[in-house]
């Protein structure tokens, strides 16, 4: 690449070779081309050349400086600069020798922080799954809770396809969906079982037992098997013919025929789908309701209604079993709503879900709520209920007993959280604010809510865990010039 | 002041048409691209020096993540007004 200096009369040369133009004309427009840009510029425009750049005016603040030969003191004045800024096409032209190149990530020191914060990702998953364990230890019997877990399963199912770079996940993915088929045959043995015991027991019992098994089924899919043991003890011998006319079933569906002698499963199977169906009835009636303000009690009745409605639904099936071909096509029929079901849930809930992983909150809550025994289902049932709590719930509450005037004036109380978030190095409260609030301003509110942590907002400490709390829309309008102010009038007193 | 505007104001100067000065443009900074292109500087005596530039590769560090990336070089355009066009325009302003 030669570095020549080129001028004015080579340029017109140039032109004059290309373009035909005479000297004169071309000297003439290049003078007044300049010139042009010149007055623009001196009346303090900016000008913009198509297919060049544009052409600024900049303006340098004055600044103390120091002169070299007398090392006095002195001030450089503030001055103008013409600035140009090419236009994207002229950079990428001009950049074309080393276009190819790109910014290549260093390996380093930084590698173990890298590291680190892998470990950090595995850990967390890992202290997911003890907390499983722990769900695991206490039965629990909230029909709601089975709906949370229901909905998160899904989303994770859905989180995993996600990630089709990882083969792994792919085949673990395969597996989930064969475990979890195989435990919804193995429920309804239970349920079964539950039926025939169901005239020993209440109505409320049966429900829980077929709740509780339901929930670990779901939880663990892998691990079911020995989860279930004791209740499928006894159903052992049946659940693995089950399990293998199972296969065979899928192999029909996959041939299109239909057969006599697999009727009965295929019934199972039917029953099997259209309880996975009424469960997520279940769930999205269940927020709906939710967002409606009904109580979860009123949930729960709905949950054994269903329930209910099961059974009986189960024994019109046996009844029908003569409907051979209706059943293998509602079959197929409902595994295709099970499909558009479980997609739409896995698009509408992976947010929500994914927070509420983070924050691990529900295991919290089946332990709070096992450990306070049997009795505790109407306290789990308020827990849930706090835990599933979107904002629309509280925020209408709070907001309607709070004019607007007052909402400034009053102290905030922090008790419902939208998230916890972990400081690692390099997070910023504002960041947390702008990812949650919509805006960075309003950090203020996240560290007022995390007082007792950070002492100095200016320097946060590293490894706590901040919660985010959930704010009235009022204050954390960002298009509101008031809660603007406030958040800023906040920010200045806190930052002294 | 835009494309538009600088064409109708170059042409009632020179007294051609519009179309002519967008020719006369045209080539004027096909000329000069095709120089700055094999990286020859362009001076324009008391308006300034087209210059290009080459910026070498440096490691940057992502604050947030603290990653250190190496990014590659590159080649800039660069403008530097003449000394004349930065009185005139400063005891005007």
Known sequence: MSKEKISIPEIIEWMIKDNKTTKKTAEEFIKVFLSTIEDALLSGESVKVKGFGTFKLQWYEARRSIDVNTGNEIIIPGFYRTVFVPENELRDVINEPFAHLEAVPLPSDEEDVKGTEKLGNDDSESDEKTDQDQGLRFFTSQASEIKSILSDIYAMSAKKNNQEDESEVLDDDVDFEDDEYDDDVEEIDDFGDDYVEKEQFAIEESDDDFDIIREVAVLYPADSNAIVVDEEAKMEDEKEVDISEDDELKEIKEDQATNAEKSDEEILVEQEIDKKNDAENEISGSQISETEGITSDKLGKDVTEDVINDDDLMFDDDEKSARKIPAWLLVLLSLVILGVLIGWFASSHIKKTIRTKKNGQRQEYIADSLAKGISARENGDSLVMLQKDTAIDSISASGAAVSDSDIYATPRNYTEFLAVEKMVPGSQLTRFARQYYNHPNFWVYIYEANKEQIADPDNVPVNIDVKIPKMDPRLIDPKNKVSMEYALKLQREYLK | ?93
């Open chain 2, 1 to 93: 002041m835009n494309n538009k505007e600088l064409i109708t104001s170059v042409a009632m100067k020179m007294n051609i048409t519009k179309s002519e000065t967008q020719e006369l443009l045209d080539s004027f900074l096909e000329c000069c691209i095709s120089q700055l292109k094999e990286g020859n500087s362009i001076g324009f005596q008391s308006f300034g020096v087209f210059d290009v530039v080459k910026r070498v590769e440096r490691v940057s560090v992502h604050p947030s993540t603290k990653k250190r990336s190496l990014i590659p070089p590159k080649l800039v355009l660069n403008f530097k007004q003449s000394l004349i066009l930065k009185e005139k325009i400063n005891t005007k302003l």
